[in-house]
């Protein structure tokens, strides 16, 4: 099967300007995940859709990260404006069910920097 | 309440050797325990997991070892190969309530040398 697919694979902008990320997950894959990982850490979760809804976003920050996924398929992540702490990997990722055996597929992601 | 600690940070093995890497975990609701193995440039990819009714588990030169009363978990590799070099996170899950929620170690750099 075809892997989850990200585009662009890296990003370099200026703080303050925008810049957005697409994700193409898994056929079939009903859920969503949008994960930032800082060099050195773990991922951190930033959103989660079920088909085209989201179940949890607590850890996005609103005022400047916003999520979408039309017809709960294709996603795209958005920063604006960026600021030089969201210098990152931003890792797509898809899953068949939400339950907790169902494991994550991730696809390669976007290194985006801020200068 | 959802805080995982991972240990050691970064580790180097011979080729060879036995590779031991640690999770503690402080949430009693997490149901399922997986590790995910990362590569430079790479997303994480499922390596391994355990569910909390078994105590351990084996795939290949990977073993989990579950320690419920502890509230740890640890991944072992016997025999560890070059081809091993990554990072490894654990990611103990909670399910169900329409929200699969991951909670990510800090992860392991591993090296294993020839």
């Known amino acids: 099967e075809a892997g989850v697919a990200q585009s662009p694979r890296y990003k370099i902008i200026e703080k303050r300007q925008s810049v957005a990320f697409w994700c193409n997950p898994i056929?079939?894959?009903?859920?969503l995940y949008w994960y930032q990982q800082i060099l050195g850490q773990g991922p951190k979760l930033l959103i989660q859709?079920?088909?085209?809804?989201?179940?949890?976003d607590s850890q996005l920050p609103k005022d400047r990260f916003s999520a979408e996924r039309l017809k709960g398929v294709d996603s795209t992540l958005k920063i604006q404006p960026a600021k030089l702490e969201d210098s990152a990997v931003y890792l797509c990722?898809?899953?068949?069910?939400?339950?907790?055996?169902?494991?994550?597929?991730f696809g390669n992601g976007t290194r985006l920097t801020v200068t | 309440q959802q805080q995982v600690k991972q240990s050691p940070q970064s580790l180097i093995v011979q080729k060879g050797g036995i590779s031991i890497i640690n999770c503690a975990y402080e949430?009693?609701?997490?149901?399922?325990f997986p590790w995910y193995q990362q590569f430079p440039g790479k997303g994480p990819a499922l390596l391994i997991a355990?569910?909390?009714?078994?105590s351990e588990k084996k795939e290949g030169r990977f073993t989990i070892s579950f320690n419920k009363s502890a509230k740890q978990f640890s991944l072992h590799i016997m025999d560890s190969q070059p081809g091993d070099s990554a990072t490894y996170f654990c990611?103990?899950?909670?399910?169900?309530?329409?929200?699969?929620?991951?909670?990510f170690g800090q992860g392991t750099r591993l090296t294993i040398n020839p």
């Open positions: 990722a898809s899953s068949l069910a939400v339950r907790s055996d169902s494991p994550l597929h």
């Open positions: 056929s079939g894959h009903a859920t």
């Open positions: 859709f079920q088909n085209n809804g989201v179940v949890d």
């Open positions: 949430n009693t609701a997490f149901d399922y």
């Open positions: 355990i569910r909390p009714d078994v």
């Open positions: 990611a103990p899950t909670i399910g169900g309530q329409g929200a699969q929620k991951l909670v």
